[in-house]
T-cell receptor, first 113, second 112 residues
Framework: DQQVKQNSPSLSVQEGRISILNCDYT??????FLWYKKYPAEGPTFLIS?????DKNEDGRFTVFLNKSAKHLSLHIVPSQPGDSAVYFC????????????FGKGTLLTVNP | DAGVIQSPRHEVTEMGQEVTLRCKPI?????LFWYRQTMMRGLELLIY????????DSGMPEDRFSAKMPNASFSTLKIQPSEPRDSAVYFC??????????FGQGTRLTVV
């Protein structure tokens, strides 16, 4: 039973355009959401996060949107660059004193020059 | 800071052998996590420690798996005996309270 789902295994976009990666979750106890980026042969690296009290968080080219009623979040990358090509993981935790992260299976983003 | 350090980076072992994976978390972090990544199941949490105490080990697949954290700067994940289906990349991660977790580079385990 997957509590965090990334339904698109892969996404391909042109350099300079917007990349939108989606994530759905089923556990209403999740309170804190994160996106990680992973290059081959490396560990995941933290990208951006959002707390459930917000619906948007922005950091440079990266923006995460949260729709709690729909249990849906998305990561927007604008403009996309070839160096953004990686696997992106969505993760969620109950927050508070529970630091356990549940990950989606990831979306492979390819940004074509 | 050197980040989360895992060793070895690669391990090839024969079925039935004991395997020990090691992790040094980032200094000052109080939570430590062991994850396993496979094609089929993605990134799964095996166990996590808070202040060196195991908090949730519900992801540990079988009794063949055990994890320890004897102090704040070291943790091990042991598989005994190992089986081919244990082949995966094992990640260790650490965090400070409820902030984001920082991952090591992983140990690629192959059991033949």
């Amino acid at each position: 039973d997957q509590q965090v789902k990334q339904n698109s295994p892969s996404l391909s976009v042109q350099e300079g355009r917007i990349s939108i990666l989606n994530c759905d979750y089923t556990n209403s106890m999740f309170d804190y959401f994160l996106w990680y980026k992973k290059y081959p042969a490396e560990g995941p690296t933290f990208l951006i996060s959002i707390s459930s009290i917000k619906d948007k968080n922005e950091d440079g080219r990266f923006t995460v949107f949260l729709n709690k009623s729909a249990k849906h979040l998305s990561l927007h990358i604008v403009p996309s660059q070839p160096g953004d090509s990686a696997v992106y993981f969505c993760a969620a935790s109950p927050g508070g004193s529970n630091y356990k992260l549940t990950f989606g299976k990831g979306t492979l983003l390819t940004v074509n020059p | 800071d050197a980040g989360v350090i895992q060793s070895p980076r690669h391990e090839v072992t024969e079925m039935g052998q004991e395997v020990t994976l090691r992790c040094k978390p980032i200094s000052g972090h109080n939570s430590l996590f062991w994850y396993r990544q496979t094609m089929m199941r993605g990134l799964e949490l095996l166990i996590y420690f808070n202040n060196n105490v195991p908090i949730d080990d519900s992801g540990m697949p079988e009794d063949r798996f055990s994890a320890k954290m004897p102090n704040a700067s070291f943790s091990t994940l042991k598989i005994q005996p190992s089986e081919p289906r244990d082949s995966a990349v094992y990640f260790c991660a650490s965090s400070f309270h409820a902030t984001e977790a920082f991952f090591g580079q992983g140990t690629r385990l192959t059991v033949v």
